[in-house]
């Protein structure tokens, strides 16, 4: 399973950027990590194999993912953007194993 990402970016707080990552196969179970310059890698989205779609509490009400399935691609998009919210954004898929996209960065500028 390939993954690209896109869509990361520099905008100023409050503004609003939208991830894509494509899949070269239909996979259900997807999301997005984030990881901001020395903490870990954290959870921010994922539809799940039991079909619901989890939010990390920190993006709840803010980001929103959806997926196409016809593209193989989910989205990520992100509002009201906060400084914490800077870091590089991983997309993944999962299917028996963990698969990785590359890295998008994402700066959030107060």
């Known amino acids: 399973v390939q993954l690209q990402a896109s869509g990361g970016g520099s905008v100023q707080a409050g503004g609003s950027l939208t991830l894509s990552c494509a899949a070269s196969t239909n996979i259900k179970t997807m999301g997005w990590y984030r990881q901001a310059p020395g903490k870990q890698r954290e959870l921010v989205a994922a539809?799940?194999?039991?079909?619901?779609?989890d939010y990390a509490d920190s993006v709840k009400g803010r980001f929103t993912m959806s997926r196409d399935n016809a593209k193989n691609a989910v989205y990520l998009q992100m509002h009201s953007l906060k400084p914490e919210d800077t870091g590089v954004y991983y997309c993944y898929a999962r299917y028996l194993d963990w698969y990785w996209g590359q890295g998008t960065q994402v700066t959030v500028s107060s």
């Open positions: 539809f799940t194999s039991y079909d619901t779609t």
